[in-house]
C-alpha cells in the first residue's frame, strides 16, 4: 500500500447528498464567521476574497510570509494585488520584528498562514492584533495546515480565513473562504466546478487502487500522474464551485473519527522519533486535550533528497513543504533552510497503528 500522497475518492460518500453549503470551523467556537464560499481550491479562495472582499489600491502592498508555497503568490498576482515579504523563523514563528519593519502607509493586509496543526503563541497573536487594531490592517488566516486544529485565543482572529479542504479529505477538489460578520464581503456567482483538474484527480485516486493492488510496480508512474494533477491546478485559476461530488464527500466525512485517528498517528510517529539524536522534528509537539490537529510530521533532513527517494522506494510518499520560488523574491536564511531540509509525512485518517509502525521503522532504518 502507498502511504503518502493524494487521498483516495469516497465513492460511498460522494453517493450522499449534501444539503448544507456552510463548513462547521472548530477555530471558530464563537461562530464569527457565518459567510461562507466554497470554491474548487484554495488558491481560488485567496482570488475570490482578493477580487470580492478586500479592495487593493494600485500602490497598496499584502504583506506575505517568506516562507510559502508558490501557489500563494500564484493567487495574489492573478488579481494584480502587489506584495512583500517578511520572515518566518526556523522554529516556524513570525519574526515580529522584521514585520513590523515591512509595514508602511502602503501595506493594506497581512497575509499569515498557521503551520502544520498548530496556532501561533499567544505574545505573537496579540501582537498581530495590535497592529490590526493601530493601522486598521485585515489579517488574513491561512488555515489549510490548522483546518482542524482550534484555540478560542489563537485560532480565528483573522478579518477572512482560507483554505485547501482538499488536502484533509478524500475528494477531488475544495477550498474554504470564510469573512468574519463584522467585514466587507460580497457573494458572486461562481464557474463549474468540473474541469481538467478535477478529473485528473480522480485518475490519480484510481491510479492508487491499482498501484495498491500492485505493489511491485516502479511508483515513479503514479508521481507522475500526481504531478500533472497539480500542473492542471495550477494552469487554471478560474474561480470555480467547488463541485457537488466533492461537498457531497467533504460534508459527510466524521470530524471526530479524522481528528482522533490523526491525533493517534501523529502521536505514534513523535514518540517514536524524539529521542533519536540525528532526527530533527520541525512539527510541535500537541497539546494533551486534543485542540490541535497535525496536518502531518515536519523533519528537517540534512541529506532530504536522498531521504525522499529512500522513503518513496518503500512506498511512503512524502510531501516537501515547501520548494520556495526564489524567481519571485530574495528569502531569509530561516525560509530557505526550511525549504531545503524539511520533508512531511502524512499521517491522516487513512492509516493505522500498523501503517504508522512501518513508517516510523523506516525512517529509523535510514538513520541508523
Known sequence: MLIGGFQHIDLEKLQKQAHEKRLPLRCDPNNLY??????????????????HCIKFGEDDVLLLPDYLCLSI?????????????????RDLSIDMEDLRNKLDEHVKGIYIIEYFG???EQEIVDELKRI?????????????????????????FGEYLVCSTRKWMPMTDGGLMA????????????????????????LVSLMRDYYDGHPDLDRKGYLQVEQDANKARYMDLTVRDMTAFSQNIM???????????????????????????????????????????????????????VFYNYMVERSIIGEIQWVLPLEYYEPGEDAKYLSTHNLMIQCDQRYTEEDMRYVADSILAFFD
Open 132 to 156: 490590526r487594531s493601530e493601522r486598521s490592517i485585515p489579517i488574513v488566516e491561512d488555515i489549510t495546515q490548522t483546518l482542524l486544529s482550534r484555540d478560542g485565543k489563537r485560532m480565528g
Open 73 to 89: 503568490i500564484v493567487s495574489v498576482e492573478a488579481p494584480h494585488v502587489k506584495y512583500r515579504f517578511y520572515r518566518i523563523n
Open 179 to 202: 469573512a468574519r460578520d463584522d467585514v466587507p464581503f460580497s457573494l458572486v456567482e461562481l464557474e463549474d466546478g468540473y474541469d481538467e483538474a478535477a478529473y485528473k484527480q480522480l
Open 34 to 51: 457565518h459567510r461562507q464560499v466554497l470554491t474548487n481550491t484554495g488558491r481560488t479562495a485567496t482570488i475570490y476574497l482578493l477580487e
Open 118 to 120: 498548530i496556532p501561533y
Open 251 to 305: 460534508f459527510a466525512c466524521d470530524m471526530d473519527s479524522m481528528v482522533k485517528q490523526r491525533i493517534a498517528n501523529y502521536n505514534y510517529l513523535y514518540e517514536r522519533l524524539k529521542n533519536h539524536p540525528d532526527i530533527t522534528i520541525g512539527s510541535k509537539p500537541l497539546d494533551e486535550a486534543g485542540d490541535y490537529v497535525p496536518f502531518g510530521l515536519f523533519l528537517l533532513v540534512e541529506n532530504r533528497d
